[in-house]
């Protein structure tokens, strides 16, 4: 289970851990760190939302911040790492 994206000069693949190394990992368990890896997109993010959707991939919704100028949606790979979509506002000086 895995999903590649491309994302410009290089693809990005995220997947799940192979079955010979299940056994070494507690049931249930999502990994824990404080990496994200973000992912400028010039298109509608509701269009990227919709997309990743639609291939299985977990996604938040969308989400902004006062006088911040993007929109911002975590998604979440099969083991648990967080990843963001980020869009500049429309009309934002940002």
Known sequence: MWVLLDVGAVNLAF???????LEKID???????N????????LDIESARNELLS???QMREVKTFENYGFWLCDGT???GNVF????KKKNSPL
Do not use: A, R, S
């Not at 049931?27 to 824990?32: I, Q, S, T, V």
């Open 84 to 87: 963001q979509l980020k869009t």
């Open 55 to 57: 291939k299985n991939v």
């Open 35 to 42: 990496t994200k890896i973000v992912f400028t997109v010039d």
């Open 27 to 33: 049931e249930g368990y999502l990994f824990d760190n």
């Open 15 to 21: 997947h799940k851990i192979g079955d010979q190394y």
């Open 77 to 79: 790979d099969p083991e």
